[in-house]
C-alpha cells in the first residue's frame, strides 16, 4: 500500500488551538476533535466494518472517536434501525473490538450509552416499553404500541441497569461515557421535557425534579466508574417542539445550576433533523446562537457540532469561546483524516461534507451508510479501502476516461493516485457533469464540492491529463491508445413521463410545452402556470418547483406519492422540503398523477380513487427518471473485434451512464473502476466481491 501524502510538522500556527489537549474528567485527548456519535447502518450486524471505519478516524488525528448509540438494556431497543446493543456480557468482545480500533489510531475511545425508552417501540425482543409517563412510541414510523409509566421501581431497575453498562463499557475498554439525552432518543431527555413528562411525583413537574434522574445516572456513572472513565451528557440544545418541549431557556438554567455535574456537556440540537440540517436548509455552524453563552455557565467543556468543514470556523468556535471541542460526524465521515490533513498542512486536500445526508439514509433504510464525497465510507473493512492510501497499479499503464461528472471525476482521482497515466476527457468546457449543472439550483451550492475536490487533486498530479471540450466518438476512443478505457458519458432526463407511474409514454394531445429537469437547468424559465409532475421522489422535483418560482412561475407540484420527495423521509430533509414549498406558495397535490397532457393543461388522475380532474396550465416540468447515455458504450460493444488491433484490453461503463443513480453511486462506481483495475478477477470459490460477517450457528 502506499501513495499517501504525509508532511507533519507543516501545520498553520494559527491552527494550533486545535491540538492543545484538553482534560475530560479523568482521561485527556490529545486535541479537540471529538467525533460525536454517529450511526453507519452497520451496527451490531457489521461489528468488524464499524470497528475499522472508527479506527481510520482515530488513526487520521481524531481526538475523541465515538461509537453509535448503543442500547444499554434490552427492555429498550429500536429495531428495525441497527446500531449497537450491550445487553448483556456476550455483547462485550464487540465493543472491546470496537474500543481497540479507536485506541490504535490513539483516540480516546467513546460509548454512547442510551436507553431509548418512548422512542423504542421493541419489535425485536417484545417487551413493554418504558417511558416516564405513558403515551404512545415516538418514532419515525408511528409504530401502533404504547409505552407504560414507569414505576418507582422501575426508575430503581433503570439505575441498576446503567450501573451494570457503566461496568460492562470499562471492561469493553472505553475512555468515555456519554448519556444520551438528545434528539428525542434518551430516556434522559424524555424526563426532562414536559412533553414526555406529565409526572406529578419529585421525578416530574418543575426542572428540579425532572432533572432528577439525570443527575442520579451521572453520579452512578462517577460511582461506578468515574475514577477512570469521563462521563459526559448529550443533551438537545433545544427540543423545538413548541411550549411544552425542553428549551434553550431550560438547558441554560440546567447546565449552570449543575454546571460541573458531567465532565463534558455535548450539546446537539432538537430532533435529529434539526440537528444532521442538510446544507440545503442549514450553514456550517447554524446552531452557534444555541450554544453561544452555555460555557460561560460552566468551567467543564463544551462541545458542539455544526457539520464544520472550515479549519477556520473552528478556530473561530474555540478562540470566541464558544466551544471547546470540535464535534463532526458528517465531516469526519467525509473525510475521516481532517484533523491530520490540518496538522499536516494540507488544508486544500480536505474532502469536505457537502450536506446532503446521504450517509444518513443507510441507518434509515437499514443498509449500510454510503458517503457521497467519500466512497470508501463503510468499504473500509469488508473492501479493504482505506480512504487515503491505495494500491499503486498494476501491469498496465495508461487508461482514458471518458466523461468528467462524479464517477469519471472519481475514476481520474484514484487512477492517478494509484499511478496510471491517466487522460480525462470531457465534452463541455466545465468539469463536473451534473454536478456542476444540479450545485447551481436553489440550496445545492455546497454540491459542488464533490467536483472541487476531486478538480484539485487532479491538478496536483502530473500523470493525469483533462482535456475539455473534447467530445470522443467510438474512433475516438479506439485510435486514441489507451490500454483501458472508462466511460463515464452519464445520463439526460427522460422528457416521456415515463418513471413508476407511467412505465410507457405519458399519453399527449397538443402542443403544451414540456420541459425537463435538464433545460430548468440549462437556463429554461417557463411563465405563467407551471406543472411539475414528481415521479422521481428524491431532491429534484422540490429544487425545480423552487427554481421555477424563483423565476416567476406559479408552481404546481403533483406527485403520485402520499408524500412531496418521499425519498427524503430518508435525508431527513422531507419536512423542511414541504414546508419551504408551502413557504413559497406552491400549490401541492399529492396521491395524484399527471395522466395526460392537453394543448392547455394537464390531466390529473387521484391514486385511489382514480377520478380525473383538468389543471389548466402553460407549461409542464416532466421529473421521471433518467436514460444511460451509453450511446458510445453500444457503438464499442458492436466493435468489439477491433479492440485489440488498438491495443485496447477493456472498456467499461460506469455510473450513470451504466445505470442512472444518485451521485454517490457515481463517485462509488469511479472509486470501484480504479480500484479493480488490473486486480486479479475474482473466482467460483470466492465469488463476493466484499467480505461478509455472519452470525455463528448456536451450538455450533
Ligand atoms: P456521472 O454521474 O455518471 O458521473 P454525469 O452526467 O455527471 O455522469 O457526467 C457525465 C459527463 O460526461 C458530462 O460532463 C458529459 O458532458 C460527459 N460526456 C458525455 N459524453 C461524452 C463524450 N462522448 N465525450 C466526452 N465527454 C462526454
Ligand atoms: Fe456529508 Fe453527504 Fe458524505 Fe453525509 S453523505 S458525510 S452529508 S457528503
Known sequence: MSDTKTSAGNRDPRYDCLFEPLAIGPVTTRNRFYQVPHCNGGGYRDPSAVARMREIKAEGGWGVVFTEQVEMHHSSEISPYIELRLWDDNDIPM???MADSMHNGQALAGIELAYPGINGPNLYTREVPMAPTALPVRTFTNDPVSARSMTKRDISNLRQWHRQAFRRARTAGYDLICLYGAHGFGVIQ???????????????????????????????????????????????????????????????????????????????????EDCSGASRFKEEAAQQSLVMGIRELTDRPVVGVGRFTSPDVMVRQIKSGVLDLIGCARPSIADPWLPRKIDEGRVDDIRECIGCNMCITGDMTMSLSRCTQNPTFM??????????????????????????????????????????EVVLAEATVTLGGRVSLESALPGLSAWARVRDYRTWQISQMANVSVYPENTLTASDVLSFGSEHVALATGSRWRND????????????????????????????????RV??????HYYMGSVIAEALVERGAHVTLVTPSAYVSEWTLNTLEQGFIHKRLVELGVDIRRNTAVTELYDTGVCCTDTYSEQSTDVSCDAVVLVSSRLANDVLWQELRGMENEWADHGVKSIRVIGDAESPAPIAWATFAGHRYARELDEPARTPESPLPFKRELARLAGS
Open 497 to 528: 413521463g415515463v418513471a413508476r407511474y407511467h412505465v410507457r409514454p405519458i399519453p399527449t394531445q397538443g402542443n403544451l410545452p414540456v420541459y425537463t429537469p435538464d433545460d430548468v437547468m440549462a437556463g429554461a424559465a417557463p411563465q405563467g
Open 379 to 420: 468499504e473500509e473493512w469488508r473492501r479493504d479501502w482505506h480512504p487515503e492510501i491505495i494500491t499503486r497499479k498494476g501491469t498496465s499503464n495508461n487508461v482514458l476516461v471518458v466523461g468528467a461528472g462524479p464517477a469519471g471525476l472519481e475514476a481520474s482521482r484514484a487512477l492517478g493516485q494509484r499511478g496510471y
Open 531 to 536: 406543472v411539475v409532475f414528481d415521479d422521481d
Open 190 to 272: 424524555h424526563f426532562l421535557s414536559t412533553l414526555t413528562n406529565h409526572r406529578t411525583d419529585e421525578y416530574g413537574g418543575s426542572l428540579s425534579n425532572r432533572t432528577r434522574l439525570m443527575r442520579e445516572l451521572i453520579s452512578d456513572a462517577k460511582d461506578e466508574v468515574g475514577d477512570t472513565m469521563g462521563i459526559t451528557l448529550r443533551l438537545s440544545l433545544h427540543e423545538l417542539v413548541g411550549e411544552l418541549g425542553f428549551t434553550n431557556e431550560e438547558v441554560r438554567e440546567l447546565v449552570s445550576e449543575h454546571s460541573d455535574l458531567p465532565d463534558l456537556w455535548d450539546l446537539a440540537h432538537g430532533s435529529w
Open 95 to 97: 465493543l472491546a473490538r
